[in-house]
């Protein structure tokens, strides 16, 4: 691959890897739903901004939330409610001010960075509403990233399951392009790709049709769909779009800061 700088944001969700097997990700789970622990867990979650100081602004108020293994859940409320801030604290990207969050029946909340890191990258895969993919790298190699962690280098395994991605999500034909050479659509469903690459339990998408054309965010929608059915890869999905919102099997509303279901 080119050597190119890799967007620290880009960096911290894609994840250290293990030899993956093509249709199941690095871990071989099946996906399948069972007594396994709810997939998050949070509990009396609170997120405030400029703590001690005259601005510190809680915008995030005792969250109570649990989602089970296979659900798909929608997202909704105005903008500025505090959806992307809930979603980066349940990805591990932001720790929250007070509460618990378990990940998998892990908690959390003591971890050390390097933990939680362990953790996001093999548990928790992000689609954001811009792709952050890597424009120097092919389809196939910004798919390839999140399984390069460990291993450090490209190995047929890795190629193995980045090319059955990129064949689940339509794009089998463009695996080569460059990736500033594919449709806004196009680029998306690499950036899902990308996401499952591990085979996370839990996707978590930040209005990730918000860009896209209605023809390009229902197929967008449509993959969502069914890596939930086939993979049971739990799905959190922040969207302003209610038609799709209905789609899901469970929503939730944020609106200042607390959850009305
Ligand atoms: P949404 O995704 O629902 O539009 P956000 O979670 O992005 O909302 O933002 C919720 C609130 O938190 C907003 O009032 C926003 O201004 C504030 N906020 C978000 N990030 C920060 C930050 N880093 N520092 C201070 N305030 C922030
Ligand atoms: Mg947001």
Redesign the pocket.
Known sequence: MPDAKIPAETVRALSPGSQPSPETGAHGESGAVGSAPPVISLRGICKA??IGTPIE?E?LHQIDLSLPQGSFCAVM????????????IIGLLDRPSAGTLEVCGEETTNLDDRALTQLRGHKIGFVFQYHHLINAFTALENVMLPMLGAAGFPTPAIRDRAQFLIGRVGLTPWQDHLANHLSGGQQQRVALARALAMNPALLLA?EPTGNLDSRSADSVFDLLTQFNQEQGTTVLF?THNAALAKRCTDRIE?VD?HIQS
């Open positions: 901004y400029n602004t915008v409320g105005p903008s500025g409610s505090g959806k992307s801030t809930l979603l980066n930040d922040v944020v800061g």
